[in-house]
Structure formats: structure tokens, C-alpha cells
């Protein structure tokens, strides 16, 4: 299993930022996906997930309404599209599957809201 993420960065509050995780390894289309983040100082916490056909989605409450999880079976790529950021936002941002009750993580990619 790998997963890779990217597209994090330096963002002004209200800004925007897309995340995409890259996965390979496993039978994506088939598995439920998952965001989670690591503030500095803070346990890992759960962000927003998505069924295998994409059709349902959660998410914390701390970013309702202000990210959408999406997925592309085709190519096995995740996406967590990040609107309204605010400088609580600023973590690391991890993509995450569950197999046979085994956490697979990537390295995670740096977010960071601030003026």
C-alpha cells in the first residue's frame, strides 16, 4: 500500500488549497477513503471520508461546509478540496485507508494558514 499526498502550502486566511493523495497498492475503487490532520501539539484527527463509489461523504465538524472529499477510481487519486481556510486549519494533512483493520497512512503534506 502507498499512499502519497501533495498539493499543501502557504495560504492566506480565506484562502483556497486542493490535496490530492495518490494511491497504489490496493484495490482503491473498492475502498473507503479518509483525511485526517496533525496540528502542532495535537493528537491526529479525523477531517472527512468517502464510500468506495464516492456517492457518500462525512465530515468533522470543524470543516463542514467548507471542503468537499472527492475521488477518481479511474486513475486511484483522492482529493479534499479546502475552501475558507482559517489559521486553525494549519496542519499536516494525512490520507488514510483501512484494510482488514490495518491503518495505512502516506507521509502527509504540509498545510499552513497564515497572513
Known amino acids: 500500500v502507498q499512499l502519497v499526498e501533495s498539493g499543501g502550502g502557504l495560504v492566506q486566511p480565506g484562502g483556497s488549497l486542493r490535496l490530492i493523495c495518490a494511491a497504489s497498492g490496493f484495490n482503491f475503487s473498492s475502498s473507503a477513503m479518509n483525511w485526517f490532520r496533525q496540528a502542532p501539539g495535537k493528537e491526529r484527527e479525523f477531517v472527512a471520508t468517502?464510500?468506495?463509489?464516492?456517492?457518500?461523504?462525512y465530515y468533522a465538524a470543524s470543516v463542514k461546509g467548507r471542503c468537499a472529499i472527492t475521488r477518481d477510481n479511474a486513475n486511484n487519486m483522492l482529493y479534499l478540496q479546502m475552501n475558507s481556510l482559517k489559521p486553525e486549519d494549519t496542519a499536516i494533512y494525512y490520507c488514510n485507508v483501512n484494510i482488514d483493520s490495518k491503518n495505512y497512512w502516506g507521509q502527509g503534506t504540509q498545510v499552513t494558514v497564515s497572513s
Open positions: 468517502i464510500s468506495w463509489s464516492g456517492y457518500i461523504t
